[in-house]
């Protein structure tokens, strides 16, 4: 009896027995990793992915480029937002431990990452040569782009006309899915990473499609390269990499006046590449700083200072008038950012003249077009007066201020130009960006740059 | 023949009963104690039945039974006495002292214990101790009553994250909360962790529970007792036992309060003319200006901060801490009617909150109900229910991260009127101005809890039981946040938000009990069962845009939708576990217990893990050489050894290596969201216990010390990866921490008399821990402004080390703390912040923590108070770089920042203010504060009507009170409050503050009805 009372017990308390198989439990929400590398699908999506990952805020949703043109200009803006960290960028004292200094970079390696990822695993995809080649040569112009603005931004200048084995950034070309392995990594040369962008930008180049719909086609590539040649002072490459994507690309300038090459849902023919942003996917981090509330900012953190107006010689210029005032604050601010949701123009075709010009001055040819045409063709989309010339280095800098301000060129201009911002050398160390306190605290092979503590 | 005399007898006996005892009649006499003073408030009962009286305030009490009805007299703290009703009409009774609170009954898991026989550490507060703090958040009511117990509420917020830790921490990235059972359902906090919901701050897991319906919480501290809830055991082991019947006619209490709240501190920031006179300073100071167009700058933002006001005038001087804040009020009711007779046992109880927190529109109102019901359907089978719900509204405020929300406010210039003429507020402030939102925004969370079990427990022989629970807790939550088209930075005419959480948890348990008494010398006691419990969550929610009208506020009436979420999570438990407590002659104690645990959250070769305790105990006093010792009236020795676990190690899929679904352009993308880590498993602390319990001059004094070593090996952390490696962090278990700690309560009774006794509870506790080994040949982990160093406290502080003020030209400076080739620290200073080497800095967990608490009780008057302590933690000002920073950009600055250097030769801490040059902004220990302090934590007066008086209305009790919380706080801490902690990040980064919010200062009237 007492037996049987006891087993009984006993079985009910060992009923759950049954559901140890109730332990293995997967996730419906995220897939698991070791199956994200068994579909052509997944690859293209991978690739999808690393879009996104650089179009988010902290680089090329416009963090990057904000970051950027406060160090690179001194009067012709005034950063007024509350981000301590922005302002040390506008005032020349960027400290180690930047928070935005950390998100771009950091932001940088996990496209980078994610991009060799695809590299990696090309020979999943076998539908056609063409899918291959095209995912290819997107996920290799994905990480060009990164590691130009990563180099230009973190490393010394690259001086043209000599060997540049100043310190560079770490060159990372394999992904990485095995985190418990050590990933310490020294930083490359400055050399070898420019030699690694004009690869990856040649590759894709000739990877990749004519057109190919909002993803980087050929011409976006050639643009990298035009843009990559032109930091070197690489006139001759720059120029005729500028004239192929201005000849052949199929995009030129908004006729309808600058104002149609801005605030666009989708890229307008004026678009070589653009980071995409709808009301529900991308980030457009431009807005938010450069425009008023009722545009979706914070009410103009960066308002535009006469100095920025005075560079303008023709006061019908439209470019001179493309600010408008905040009526909550009176802040005078920028009319490219006000739709947050609008494309983030990463190359325009307006970039692209101003190379052709710059480098056919420079190497005194005119291929395409003569210079001056050239500019006063640009002029000429915003109503400006045509210059009369003769046309200098110094009006070229200025004409570039004029119809790229804002979006990210100033600093690597005023490098490549020699110019100081300011009262600051254009070489000076407060210019280069410090590499990331978080960086330098796990990757014992890392360097800091000069000026930053080390 | 045999059985006929049996049955004759028998009926014989009855009839003589008849006649003898059947005469119902008045029995009256006094119940005294021990020294024959009178005692009131004896429970006197007739047994077996409902009826039953309790004495009066002279201890006289009178009751109708028959001849042959037996008279409980029972009362709390006293020894139960029985008596027969015979022929006599009187019955004086007098009680014997129990062996005081150390016959205490100890929740212990899956059982309960009494406290003498204890071999473990558990503190117990009672519900007499949690209604005497009346607070929306439970918690509250364990600050400063358990040794080794820190309860910290996050911040003034009135649904915030509450964050307990028992003896220190013992991990590092994991969680640090501990477990929360519920009447044996272990809980969890279904938002936790979660982005795609809330606003980015933690709400506390248990807002859904009403003080009200608990009886007691019991909380598990050392290894020996938390090693029965084996995995989730290592950051101790909190017990809520909710309310039961108790034997005896039944009992209806009522109670109903009113408090008043205000901050318990705000800072003082600078007024209009302090504003102007620094800020010009400022401006004729700053670098990159002449003094004129410094001074230019300056005045030219003071005239966008004044708008059309004239701030030469003095016409405006807000001040915006004053309009963050406001007056708080709490209204309590609750009532609970209860009572059991031999067979079944009833407790309903209802309660009602509403808390207007002292924010600005942080607002909570909560309703519950309860019924635990029991009956004794045969003398084997046992079956009840307790069953409860709640709904839970909140009005909720942006985290401290958000410039909506109310105390960024103080940022703003006191030259910006907060409104306009036509009383809209004022857009054109320095900031988003949070008026903006709180007038045109709303988010508002409703939880709806039910939390239910069922058990049985069947007899099986009069030794052995067989219990069997199944638990079932459901938390639904759904939130609604509107953005109205004049909101903050509200620039897609109106958005909506609506989401919806469900959460369900079920645990099935099965234990069997064994439990004898061998020759009266040896009592066993076994326990042996298994556990099953599943978390399923689901989680949506949708935004919308592009409203047509600010009179729609849903989902629906926005034209687009612009986000979605759809989520399901699932995790399980599944357990084996036992336990045995042996003592012998009631004087030699053993323990030993087993847990075995599984979960799906850890990957398939380390899916369980086994903990195992073991403890012992000598009761010394009952040994002869000590029973007959008139001083020592009590003496107890133990040791405890047990390991534990803790798996809550960030989300449900830690170990996984995991790609999500990304969204780009519309177009389906996938990104890496997780390293993996397939040998993840649960963080293992192993800790030993060394305790003397003691009481003297019959336990008049008594207490506890105890000495412990809490080692954690397999330490859980979130450790960063090389940035540019393109991942954050990954979860591994590596590395050990040695945490150890003594605790010292000490209860008294310092005055016992006829009509006044003075008791004091006091206790004190010391924490430390040091990392013992860390990955990468013990490389330091640094993670934001905190430091994991071999050698140093777990989340030190590593900091720039702020040197003060260069008195011949106003530089802030730096400590350089480089090594010299020598191998010593380079104590010269730099103005560069960037040349300056960070170091240890602080810790942001207290070492030393007190409470003591004393309780008068006077005639009629209840008199009790409570002073908390916390020595040894630092916490850091994360907007220190924006408010106390010489005036370099136009947030207002806090007032201590006027002692800036003027002038070659001013020795100050403030450095010369320079309007955007940086002079003392960079992170460093200049904004790190000592928290230590003291504080009145509450204090309590009653005063309860004489019997006399009450009697005549019906009621057994009629108590009004008077109860203030947070009163009186010493200290020097140089923010807001210790308690003012931001909510955003909190595990990452503790003990940080960022505009967050003081606590409440609350003083609360009430009244206790009782019939």
């Given at each position: 009896m007492k037996i049987h009372k006891i087993i009984s017990v006993f079985?009910?308390?060992?009923?759950?027995?049954g559901c140890e198989n109730e332990l293995e439990i997967n996730p419906t929400d995220n897939l698991p990793g070791e199956l994200a590398f068994t579909s052509e699908a997944n690859i293209a999506a991978i690739l999808v992915g690393t879009y996104d990952e650089a179009g988010q805020a902290a680089t090329y949703g416009g963090d990057l480029q904000i970051f950027t043109d406060l160090l690179g200009t001194s009067d012709q803006v005034f950063w007024t937002g509350s981000f301590a960290t922005f302002r040390q960028a506008f005032v020349k004292n960027v400290l180690i431990d930047n928070g935005f200094v950390d998100d771009i970079w950091t932001n940088s390696y996990e496209t980078i990452n994610q991009a060799n990822l695809v590299i990696d695993n090309l020979e999943i995809v076998t539908s056609s040569q063409e899918e291959r080649d095209r995912i290819e040569g997107e996920a290799k112009f994905l990480r060009a782009l990164n590691y130009l603005d990563l180099v230009r931004n973190f490393s010394a200048p690259y001086i043209a006309g000599q060997v540049n084995d100043q310190l560079g950034v770490p060159l990372r070309l394999v992904g990485i899915v095995d985190y418990s392995l050590n990933q310490d990594i020294p930083r490359s040369s400055v050399e070898a990473v420019y030699d690694q962008i004009i690869s990856d930008a040649t590759d894709a180049y000739n990877l990749l499609p004519d057109t190919n719909s909002f993803y980087a086609d050929k011409y976006a590539a050639q643009a990298l390269l035009a843009r990559t040649y032109f930091q070197q002072g690489n006139y001759v490459a720059a120029r005729d990499a500028a004239n192929d994507v201005l000849v052949n690309s199929g995009h030129s300038l908004v006729t309808s006046g600058f104002a149609g090459a801005f605030n666009n849902d989708t890229d307008s023919s004026e678009d070589i590449f653009a980071f995409q942003v709808t009301s529900q996917t991308g980030s457009h981090d431009l807005t938010n700083h450069y425009a008023s509330e009722l545009d979706g900012g914070r009410g103009g953190d960066i308002i535009i200072e006469d100095a920025y107006l005075d560079l303008f010689d023709d006061p019908n210029d439209e470019r001179a008038n493309f600010t408008y005032i905040n009526p909550v604050n009176d802040r005078r601010l920028t009319l490219k950012y006000t739709n947050q949701f609008a494309n983030i123009s990463i190359f325009r075709i307006a970039e692209m003249h101003l190379i052709r010009l710059e480098s056919n001055f420079r190497e005194n040819t005119s291929v395409g077009l003569a210079p001056l045409i050239e500019i006063n063709a640009l002029r000429g989309r915003s109503g400006a007066l045509p210059l009369v010339g003769p046309l200098t280095l110094d009006l070229i800098f200025n004409e570039r201020q004029l119809e790229l301000a804002f979006e990210g060129f100033i600093l690597n201009d005023s490098k490549r130009m020699q110019k100081n911002v300011g009262s600051i050398p254009w070489n000076d160390n407060s210019l280069v960006l410090p590499i990331p306190q978080s960086e330098m605290d796990t990757n014992k092979l890392m360097v800091q740059n000069p000026g930053y503590g080390n | 023949m045999k059985t006929k005399l049996h049955v004759f007898l028998k009926v014989l006996i009855l009839l003589l009963l008849q006649v003898t005892f059947g005469q119902e009649k008045t029995i009256s006499g006094s119940v005294n104690d021990q020294q024959g003073l009178p005692l009131p408030g004896v429970n006197v009962l007739i047994k077996g039945s409902t009826s039953g009286t309790q004495t009066d305030f002279d201890g006289n009490y009178s009751i109708r039974a028959k001849s042959g009805d037996i008279l409980v007299f029972s009362y709390l703290g006293q020894k139960t006495v029985e008596q027969v009703v015979g022929s006599q009409n009187t019955i004086n009774v007098q009680l014997e002292e129990d062996a005081s609170q150390l016959e205490e009954v100890i929740v212990v898991g899956y059982g309960t214990q009494s406290k003498r026989t204890l071999t473990d550490n558990i503190s117990k507060l009672t519900s007499d101790d949690i209604s005497e703090v009346p607070n929306p958040n439970l918690q509250n009511a364990l600050v400063a009553k358990a040794a080794g117990v820190q309860v910290t509420q996050t911040n003034g917020k009135v649904e915030g994250g509450i964050n307990i830790r028992v003896r220190g921490a013992a991990s590092v990235s994991g969680g640090t909360q501990p477990l929360y059972v519920?009447?044996?359902?272990?809980?969890?906090?279904?938002?936790?962790?979660?982005?795609?919901i809330g606003n980015g701050a933690p709400t506390n897991p248990l807002l859904t529970l009403s003080a009200n319906e608990i009886e007691s919480i019991d909380i598990l501290k050392d290894a020996s007792s938390a090693a029965i809830y084996g995995a989730r055991g290592a950051n101790g082991v909190v017990l809520i036992t909710t309310k039961r019947g108790k034997q005896g006619k039944a009992k209806f209490s009522l109670n109903v309060s009113q408090g008043f709240s205000e901050p318990t501190n705000t800072r003082k920031w600078l007024n209009s003319a302090q504003y102007i006179e620094l800020f010009t300073e400022a401006g004729r100071n700053s670098p990159f200006f002449t003094p004129e167009e410094g001074q230019a700058e300056a005045e030219a933002t003071f005239d966008f901060l004044a708008g059309d006001t004239d701030w030469r005038s003095g016409e405006v001087d807000t001040n915006w801490s004053d309009i963050a804040f406001q007056n708080g009020y709490q209204s309590d009711a609750d009532f609970s009617m209860s009572g059991a007779d031999a067979k079944t046992a009833y407790f309903f109880s209802g309660a009602y909150n509403n808390t207007t927190g002292i924010i600005r529109g942080n607002e909570l109102e909560r309703a519950n109900a309860r019924v635990n019901l029991s009956h004794q359907l045969t003398t084997k089978f046992k079956a009840g229910m307790n069953m409860s719900f709640s709904r839970t509204e909140i009005d909720r405020i942006a985290n401290d991260n958000a410039f909506s929300t109310p105390l960024q406010?103080?940022?703003?210039?006191?030259?910006?009127p907060a409104r306009l003429d036509d009383g809209t507020p004022n857009p054109g402030t320095l900031y988003g101005n949070f008026l903006l939102d709180a007038e045109n925004a709303f988010f508002k969370t409703i939880i709806r809890r039910t939390v239910g079990k069922a058990y049985g427990e069947y007899k099986f022989l009069p030794s052995l039981s067989l219990n069997s629970d199944f638990s079932y807790d459901l938390f639904s939550q759904t939130e609604d946040n509107f953005r109205g088209q004049n909101a903050l930075f509200q620039s897609t005419n109106g958005e909506a938000f609506a989401?919806?959480?469900g959460s369900e948890s079920y645990t099935f348990s099965n234990y069997a009990t064994f439990d004898k008494l061998f020759n009266d010398r040896h009592n066993i006691n076994v326990v042996a069962g298994t556990e099953f419990i599943k978390y399923n969550r689901r989680i949506t929610s949708v935004t919308s845009q592009q409203f047509p009208s600010d009179d729609l506020s849903t989902v629906s009436g926005g034209a687009e939708v612009t986000a979605g979420t759809g989520v399901n999570l699932k995790s399980s438990f599944l357990s084996y576990f036992a336990r045995a407590t042996y003592d012998l002659d009631g004087k030699y104690l053993l323990k030993a217990s087993i847990r075995r645990d599984g979960s799906s959250r850890f990957g398939s070769n380390v899916r369980f893990g086994t903990f195992p305790a073991f403890s012992g105990g000598w009761i010394i006093s009952e040994e002869d050489f000590l029973k007959s010792s008139e001083t020592l009236s009590f003496l107890k020795l133990r040791a405890s050894w047990g390991k534990l676990g803790n798996a809550d190690i960030g989300g449900d899929y830690p170990s996984l290596f995991l790609f999500s679904g990304v969204s780009y352009n519309q177009r389906p993308g996938l990104a890496p969201a997780q390293p993996g880590n397939s040998n993840l498993t649960w963080e293992q602390s192993e800790q030993s216990d060394f305790g003397v319990e003691f009481g003297f001059l019959d336990n008049r004094i008594s207490g506890e010390l105890d000495y412990y070593k809490k080692d954690t090996k397999d330490l859980l952390f979130s450790v960063p990866l090389v940035p540019s490696s393109g991942a954050s962090s990954i979860n591994q278990n590596i590395g050990t921490l040695a945490g150890q700690g003594i605790e010292f309560v000490l209860n008294t009774k310092n005055i016992q008399t006829d009509n006044f006794s003075w008791s004091t509870n006091f206790n004190i506790s010391k924490n430390t821990n040091e990392l013992k080994s860390l990955p990468n040949e013990n490389a330091d982990i640094v993670t934001g402004r905190h430091i994991n160093r071999v050698g140093e406290s777990v989340a030190a502080f590593?900091?720039?080390?702020?040197?003060?003020?260069?008195?011949?030209?106003?530089?802030?400076?730096?400590?350089?703390?480089?090594?010299?080739?020598?191998?010593?620290?380079?104590?010269?200073?730099?103005?560069?912040p960037d040349e300056a080497q960070r170091v240890v800095a602080g810790n942001p967990f207290p070492e030393l923590t007190a409470g003591l608490t004393n309780t008068l009780l006077f005639d009629n008057f209840d008199f009790t108070f409570t002073f908390q302590g916390e020595w040894g933690a630092s916490i850091y000002n994360g907007g220190g770089i924006y408010q106390s920073v010489n005036a370099d950009y136009f947030d207002n600055q806090s007032i201590d920042q006027l002692n800036r250097w003027q002038q070659p030769g001013d020795i100050t801490n403030i450095p010369q203010a320079r309007l955007y040059a940086g002079n003392g902004t960079a992170h460093s220990t200049r904004f790190l504060g000592d928290a230590d302090f003291i504080r009145l934590r509450n204090i309590s007066l009653g005063y309860s009507l004489p019997n006399t008086v009450i009697d005549k209305m019906g009621l057994s009790k009629l108590r009004v009170y008077l109860t203030?919380?947070?009163?009186?706080?010493?200290t020097n801490y140089p923010f807001e409050d210790p308690e003012a902690r931001s909510d955003v990040d909190g595990q990452n980064t503790p003990g940080e503050t960022f505009y967050s919010s003081p606590p409440a200062k609350t003083v609360t009237v009430g009244v206790n009805i009782n019939f």
């Open positions: 079985s009910i308390l060992f009923m759950v027995i | 519920l009447d044996g359902i272990p809980l969890i906090d279904p938002t936790g962790g979660r982005t795609d406010a103080i940022a703003q210039s006191p030259l910006s989401s919806d959480l590593y900091l720039r080390e702020y040197a003060g003020v260069d008195p011949a030209n106003g530089d802030a400076l730096y400590y350089l703390n480089t090594e010299n080739p020598d191998g010593s620290i380079n104590r010269d200073t730099t103005n560069d203030a919380i947070n009163l009186l706080t010493i």
